[in-house]
């Protein structure tokens, strides 16, 4: 009798889950709730209206193979410079988390995330993209770009499924893009720099030396990765969520044929994935901006509800004042993963990097993070200045943060409760999630996928 029970239970509880509007609505719900938060900091953190700068699509883009997920045309954000920025570039990649499944693609290609059909028709530039030098002192003249984010990973596959008409095609969009833009006056660039945040800025990492070789070598080129330091770590139940999650956007999208040959001749593909085994290789000047206690990395990676099914982590996830001193210090072998998995990348004396003790992630976009009055700051020097003194060698910037919690100038993410419980879902919604949350396995990918959704709201602005 017990089985049947359990029977029964496992289908109402697939008859629950595979009405997937429910997620999607959840999903939606989310959405709003987080762009408010986004639109609040972008509100708070400048004090004028930033500029808005309307998506262009690359046209014959598809000649190339280089589409979206839904095979729609990629597109980016540019502004053009002027005046002594005439001929310099900032390409800014853009994230937002990775699909790992066909089922958690199928869904990105509804979103924004997977089909130029969904993205917003402008975006506003802020921080490292504004146009105003009291908001963007080095980079505010310069001809700023935004490419939008639409294969699910990082910018880096070249295949695709037949049975789910998925395309894969991140690698040639990424080049689609660069020959588009080049044609357009980049290929007379003396200066250039490629950025990106979080997914966005491990395609940093993965494209810089490519990056580097369109131009000549009389052009200065950089490359500046933003909370792209994802790494291969331990989560809070011992296991390896975000292992399995790339293991995953590596198996489906084939990334094998395009990681890096230097990492892939030595290591198995998954690992290739992993900025951990990549950076000490680039040969282009590279810097790396990252909070210690990266709130990504926290939320989705570390304490993911799959690795804390009784939420024991959910008060210190939600807010780092909340946790214990078992779960700081847990925190501070995560800090000493990151700084001994840039030991090697720092000794270089062309690199760079700022990473500070914070609950923070992707700090170069948003205007309070990058330049503002209380901006987060090590040893008195903010993340602008300490960008521009790297890229323009002004001085050497090796800034790395003491423990937490020395630093009072962090603008840490704080998850609210009374925030999330605004949002409208349904009870019964919410039983899927629980239930979702408890489920480990095929499942899992598709929580980790919806909280990798969640982040790019906070953070992308
Ligand atoms: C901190 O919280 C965790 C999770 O609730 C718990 O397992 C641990 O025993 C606590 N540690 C201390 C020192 O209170």
């Given at each position: 009798?017990?089985?049947?029970?359990?029977?029964?239970?496992?289908?109402?509880?697939?008859a629950v889950f595979s009405r997937s509007e429910d997620v999607l609505v959840a999903m939606k719900a989310r959405e709003r709730v987080l762009s408010f938060l986004e639109n609040d900091a972008v509100v708070s953190g400048s004090p004028s209206k930033p500029l808005m700068v309307p998506l262009t699509l690359i046209q014959g883009a598809d000649s190339k193979g280089a589409v979206c997920l839904d095979g729609t045309l990629p597109g980016y954000h540019v502004h053009h410079g002027s005046g002594s920025g005439a001929n310099s570039w900032v390409i800014q990649l853009e994230g937002g988390?990775?699909?790992?499944?066909?089922?958690?693609?199928?869904?990105?290609?509804?979103?924004?995330?997977?089909?130029?059909?969904?993205m917003e028709k402008q975006l506003p530039f802020t921080g490292i993209l504004s146009n105003k030098p009291e908001e963007n002192p080095d980079f505010f003249s310069w001809n700023r770009v935004k490419l939008r984010y639409c294969d699910g990973a990082s910018f880096s596959g070249d295949s695709q499924n037949e049975d789910a008409k998925l395309y894969f095609r991140g690698q040639r969009i990424w080049l689609a893009a660069m020959q588009d833009l080049m044609a357009k006056g980049m290929q007379n660039a003396d200066q250039a720099l490629l950025s990106g945040c979080s997914a966005g800025g491990l395609a940093s990492i993965l494209h810089c030396d490519e990056f580097q070789d369109l131009f000549p070598a009389t052009t200065k080129v950089k490359c500046l990765s933003d909370a792209g330091m994802f790494l291969d770590a331990a989560d809070v139940s011992g296991g390896h969520?975000?292992?399995?999650?790339?293991?995953?956007?590596?198996?489906?999208?084939?990334?094998?044929?395009?990681?890096?040959?230097?990492?892939?001749?030595?290591?198995?593909?998954?690992?290739?994935?992993?900025?951990?085994?990549?950076?000490?290789?680039?040969?282009?000047?590279?810097?790396?901006?990252n909070a210690a206690y990266d709130a990504w990395q926290v939320q989705a990676s570390l304490a993911p509800p799959s690795a804390d099914p009784h939420g024991y982590w959910n008060d210190c996830k939600s807010d780092h004042a909340h946790c214990n001193a078992s779960q700081i210090q847990f925190f501070q072998d995560f800090r000493n993963q990151m700084l001994s998995a840039v030991k090697g990348f720092s000794m270089s004396n062309k690199n760079g990097l700022f990473i500070n003790s914070c609950f923070a992630h992707c700090q170069s976009e948003r205007q309070d993070t990058w330049f503002a009055d209380?901006?987060?700051?090590?040893?008195?020097?903010?993340?602008?200045?300490?960008?521009?003194?790297?890229?323009?060698?002004?001085?050497?910037?090796?800034?790395?943060?003491?423990?937490?919690?020395?630093?009072?100038?962090?603008?840490?993410?704080?998850?609210?409760?009374?925030?999330?419980?605004?949002?409208?879902?349904?009870q019964s919604t919410r039983l899927t999630f629980t239930l979702l949350n408890l489920l480990s396995a095929s499942l899992m990918s598709l929580t980790l996928s919806n909280a990798l959704w969640d982040f790019n709201y906070v953070s992308d602005t």
């Amino acid at each position: 009798m017990k089985w049947m029970l359990h029977l029964c239970f496992f289908l109402c509880f697939v008859a629950v889950f595979s009405r997937s509007e429910d997620v999607l609505v959840a999903m939606k719900a989310r959405e709003r709730v987080l762009s408010f938060l986004e639109n609040d900091a972008v509100v708070s953190g400048s004090p004028s209206k930033p500029l808005m700068v309307p998506l262009t699509l690359i046209q014959g883009a598809d000649s190339k193979g280089a589409v979206c997920l839904d095979g729609t045309l990629p597109g980016y954000h540019v502004h053009h410079g002027s005046g002594s920025g005439a001929n310099s570039w900032v390409i800014q990649l853009e994230g937002g988390g990775w699909c790992n499944t066909i089922r958690s693609c199928v869904y990105r290609k509804t979103t924004r995330r997977g089909s130029s059909k969904f993205m917003e028709k402008q975006l506003p530039f802020t921080g490292i993209l504004s146009n105003k030098p009291e908001e963007n002192p080095d980079f505010f003249s310069w001809n700023r770009v935004k490419l939008r984010y639409c294969d699910g990973a990082s910018f880096s596959g070249d295949s695709q499924n037949e049975d789910a008409k998925l395309y894969f095609r991140g690698q040639r969009i990424w080049l689609a893009a660069m020959q588009d833009l080049m044609a357009k006056g980049m290929q007379n660039a003396d200066q250039a720099l490629l950025s990106g945040c979080s997914a966005g800025g491990l395609a940093s990492i993965l494209h810089c030396d490519e990056f580097q070789d369109l131009f000549p070598a009389t052009t200065k080129v950089k490359c500046l990765s933003d909370a792209g330091m994802f790494l291969d770590a331990a989560d809070v139940s011992g296991g390896h969520t975000l292992r399995s999650m790339f293991a995953g956007v590596v198996s489906l999208q084939e990334l094998q044929k395009t990681l890096p040959n230097t990492c892939t001749s030595q290591l198995d593909p998954t690992s290739c994935f992993f900025p951990q085994n990549l950076v000490a290789n680039i040969k282009t000047p590279m810097f790396l901006l990252n909070a210690a206690y990266d709130a990504w990395q926290v939320q989705a990676s570390l304490a993911p509800p799959s690795a804390d099914p009784h939420g024991y982590w959910n008060d210190c996830k939600s807010d780092h004042a909340h946790c214990n001193a078992s779960q700081i210090q847990f925190f501070q072998d995560f800090r000493n993963q990151m700084l001994s998995a840039v030991k090697g990348f720092s000794m270089s004396n062309k690199n760079g990097l700022f990473i500070n003790s914070c609950f923070a992630h992707c700090q170069s976009e948003r205007q309070d993070t990058w330049f503002a009055d209380d901006s987060p700051s090590i040893g008195n020097q903010g993340i602008a200045k300490s960008v521009g003194d790297w890229y323009f060698d002004r001085v050497a910037v090796k800034a790395i943060d003491c423990p937490y919690p020395c630093d009072s100038t962090c603008h840490n993410l704080v998850f609210k409760d009374e925030v999330v419980s605004t949002i409208t879902i349904s009870q019964s919604t919410r039983l899927t999630f629980t239930l979702l949350n408890l489920l480990s396995a095929s499942l899992m990918s598709l929580t980790l996928s919806n909280a990798l959704w969640d982040f790019n709201y906070v953070s992308d602005t």
